[in-house]
């Protein structure tokens, strides 16, 4: 269920408590559709052979260095035949799964999918850092067998790229569509016709085919699924940040509905509390997602060499790089324009007016940070490198 549709199916639901005036039922109704939006599970599992990359991009995909608290260990042998959950930090419904190689449990591949539990799974990522193997063939020809989605990755091609750039006659695309089609002969020779592979490096997301690799689980996964997944997407490029400011936008209408219904509920002293603790929920999701949270901005100048000082410098928002509290979020709520129509909303246009007045300190701090790794960093060469 997309927000549009929660719109559409539900808005019944909250319009007959409204229009009796029991806000308190309306405002109910409502966070639990919020509630269950956020908590929508996605599961992702990623198999492929000891040293093929998994762990690295588990964590890079989790926007964790491999050297952090909670990181997947990379470089160590596999020793078990189990897969080991690794929930993203902020948005913890979302769970990569690391999984054994095939090859290390000497299963066959419907049993070593038994084995992991592949019911639990929205899709598979299969990784090879050389040549995709007779294994991941199998394996990959069962997880069609049991009606689920995989998807084929050939890690580490920064190391290839190095490589070639040592050739006089060194040219990126030819390169990368040498490994491409190396990758579909040898798959296709095991019996997979015009597979697609995404040429990936995890030290580099935001280079090759990450973005592509999500473009095309987008249009994969059921429709309320795809916010769960765009959340957890590194802010890799522009059209990741926007589509996630469109996400947001979207779920403005029903926080900002809560928030008034709420706000409107007759209780002394509640109002405002409970009016600010759902837009403190609301501001610090954005925050995350937009990685302006300190622990990421701190990470994100440990990865480019930019100082910490130069990133906070070119942020203009009150509410980033910050910790979000009520008291800060009153404080700058009451100091942005036509503040006062939240206090006293009336009709659901004016809901949405000052949460979108939030939102676009988000936005345009967002974009600036991003324009900075854009312009500043990604043009040097420097952005995502370690
Ligand atoms: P796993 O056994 O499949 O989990 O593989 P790891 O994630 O532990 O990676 C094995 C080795 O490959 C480690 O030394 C990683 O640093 C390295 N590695 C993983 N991904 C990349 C990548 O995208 N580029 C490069 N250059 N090295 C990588």
């Known amino acids: 269920m997309t927000d549009d549709t929660l719109t559409a199916s539900h808005g019944a639901t909250f319009k007959e408590p409204l229009q009796k005036n029991n806000t308190a039922a309306a405002a109910a109704k409502i966070e639990e ?3 269950q939006q956020n908590n929508i599970p996605l599961n992702i599992a990623i198999t492929g052979e000891s040293g093929a990359g998994k762990s690295t991009f588990v964590n890079a995909f989790r926007g964790l260095c491999d050297d952090e608290e909670g990181a997947a260990p990379t470089g160590v042998t596999e020793t078990t035949s189990e897969a080991t959950p690794y929930p993203h930090p902020k948005y913890p419904n979302v769970i990569l ?5 095939i090859g290390t449990t000497k299963f066959p591949a419907k049993k070593y999918l038994k084995l992991v539990g592949f019911e639990k799974f929205d899709f598979f990522i299969i990784i090879s850092t050389t ?4 294994n991941d063939v199998k394996l990959a020809q069962e997880i069609q067998k049991m009606k689920k989605k995989f998807y084929f990755v050939r890690s580490k091609v920064d190391n290839d790229i190095r490589a070639e750039r040592r050739n006089r006659h060194f040219s990126e695309e ?3 569509t040498k490994i ?3 990758c579909v002969q040898r798959l296709g020779g095991l019996g997979f016709e015009s597979p697609q592979v ?6 580099e997301l935001h280079l090759y085919d990450f973005n592509l690799l999500h473009q095309t689980l987008d249009k994969d996964l059921p429709k309320n699924k795809r916010d769960a997944l765009l959340f957890v997407m590194p802010n890799i490029n522009p059209e990741i940040i926007r589509k996630k400011k ?9 926080l900002t509905t809560l928030s008034a219904a709420v706000a409107a509920v007759p209780l002394p002293g509640l109002s405002i509390a409970v009016d600010a603790a759902v837009l403190v929920g609301a501001v610090t999701h954005y925050v995350f997602a937009f990685g302006l949270d300190i622990p990421s901005l701190k990470r994100l100048s440990d990865r480019t060499g930019v100082p910490y000082a130069d990133l906070q410098a070119v942020i203009i928002s009150p509410l980033a790089a910050v910790e979000i509290t009520t008291e800060l979020l009153l404080k700058v709520m009451t100091q942005v324009e036509r503040t006062a129509t939240l206090m006293a909303a009336e009709g659901s246009k004016q809901w949405n007016e000052p949460a979108h007045v939030i ?9 600036k940070c991003r324009q900075l790794i854009q312009d500043k960093i990604c043009s040097y060469g420097v952005c995502g490198q370690r």
């Open 198 to 203: 995404f040429l990936v490096s995890s030290f």
């Open 174 to 176: 030819r390169t990368l």
């Open 359 to 367: 939102c676009s300190h988000y936005f345009s701090c967002a974009w």
């Open 97 to 101: 799964w690391d999984l054994p190689g």
């Open 131 to 134: 040549r995709f193997t007779e």
């Open 33 to 35: 559709n919020i509630k």
């Open 180 to 182: 491409r089609d190396d």
């Open 246 to 254: 469109e996400a947001f936008k979207r779920r403005l209408y029903w």
